[in-house]
């Protein structure tokens, strides 16, 4: 089961991620995180979780986010990620700032916003 979310800041996706890692129940294949100009695409990779547990994590992030239909290159991307294409190659070839792949990872978020932030001057509300 795929969850795929649109989240306005960094604070968000990093909420996300606090939740996957307090229900350790909650087997993922992995968790994928984009910054986009506008704000941030959240896909997680879900594993035969019991329906009740499905429509609390649809709630959760109803609350942060949306749900969202990437267009074609986020589509792209995000495809060629599960089939284990590099990160790097993908990024160079679409253009898109991969922030995380695989686990549920903050500490990737969070280094990403603050070089970001240092590299601006500035905080974008994006990255608050």
């Not at 306005?8 to 994928?32: D, N």
């Not at 290159?73 to 990160?87: D, I, K, N, S, T």
């Amino acid at each position: 089961m795929d969850y795929i979310y649109y989240v306005g800041k960094a604070s968000l996706v990093l909420r996300v991620v606090h939740y996957l890692q307090v229900c350790e129940s909650l087997s993922i294949r992995f968790m994928t995180v984009l910054h986009l100009f506008n704000g941030w695409v959240v896909r997680v990779h879900a594993l035969d979780w019991p329906v009740g547990c499905q429509h609390n994590f649809q709630a959760f992030l109803g609350e942060l986010g949306v749900p969202h239909q990437p267009n074609s290159r986020v589509a792209l991307v995000l495809r060629e990620l599960e089939e284990g294409h590099r990160p790097t190659d993908i990024m160079q070839r679409h253009r898109v700032a991969i922030v995380s792949h695989g686990p549920p990872n903050s500490h990737e978020i969070e280094v990403f916003r603050d070089q970001f932030i240092e590299g601006l001057g500035y905080c974008p509300e994006t990255l608050a």
